[in-house]
């Protein structure tokens, strides 16, 4: 679903993979800090705005 603001997707997956996924995208958010703006310095927060909803 695309709005003008966003772009929504949808996806269901079996759990192993769901796993697996999450550790590669925690490693490609890791490797990415370089270019993120820190709004914390003592914590070291972002602001990201993507990530999985596990309901």
Same mark, same amino acid.
């Given at each position: !679903?695309r709005t /003008?603001? $966003?772009v929504v997707?949808? +996806?269901v997956? $079996?759990? $192993?993979?769901? @796993? ?5 995208? %925690?490693?490609?958010? /890791?490797? @990415? ?6 709004y914390? $310095? +003592?914590?070291?927060?972002?602001l990201? !705005?993507t990530? /999985?909803? %596990?309901?």
């Open positions: !679903m /003008d603001e $966003e997707a949808i +996806v997956r $079996e759990s $192993e993979q769901l @796993q697996e996924n999450m550790k590669r995208g %925690v490693f490609w958010l /890791d490797s @990415q800090r370089p270019l993120l703006q820190e914390n $310095e +003592v914590d070291r927060h972002t990201p !705005m990530g /999985d909803l %596990v309901i």
